[in-house]
């Protein structure tokens, strides 16, 4: 059974700094993972789709690495903004268009 | 994009009553979408699979006869919660991808979610 961590639980940055976002899969046998972003009380944004046989998405001021030999991928978020504040989540996509998601990291960006 | 609309946003019911939720694909259509449930400060938890045409498929341990699915067309699944107990109070998010001409590479877009609070 795929389970799926993300550390850390809860981030607090200043603004202007890099945000570094982990997670971490059991099964590497995977057909794409996804970060996603959820404000409080709303649905889910997508915000990069990595492929099992890519190691990278970019988008803007995101960057998601896929290592599937290792079970990790990471986001990384340049210069935070305050509007960056969120929870971030990664989910990782196997047969039949299933999705398990990791916990989340809450995001705080001050300004 | 694609756009995925839920409804309705909140809702507050009575224990005992039973609560429709809708989830529709707006520019795209659908033959599978996904129920997913989120309890406070927990991640999500996928519930059901939603099949255009036929009966859903049920995660393990997920009442289907408390949480009937419905997918009667390719834009348009509920999810019906009966007899709504307190416990059954969560945040409710649907799902769809754009299968056409896309196979695996397209994203899954999720509504809003619907609150439910059953008093």
Redesign the interface.
Known sequence: KQEVTQIPAALSVPEGENLVLNCSFTDSAI??L?W?RQDP??????LL?I?SSQREQTSGRLNASLDKSSGRSTLYIAASQPGDSATY?C?V?AA?????????TRVLVKP | GAVVSQHPSRVICKSGTSVKIECRSLDFQATTMFWYRQFPKQSLMLMATSNEGSKATYEQGVEKDKFLINHASLTLSTLTVTSAHPEDSSFYICSARNWVGTGNTSPLHFGNGTRLTVT
């Not at chain 1, 039949?96 to 989340?104: D, S």
């Open positions: 057909y794409n996804q996603f009380g709303k649905g889910l944004t997508s789709l492929q989540l989910a996509g039949g268009n299933k999705l398990t998601f990791g916990g989340g």
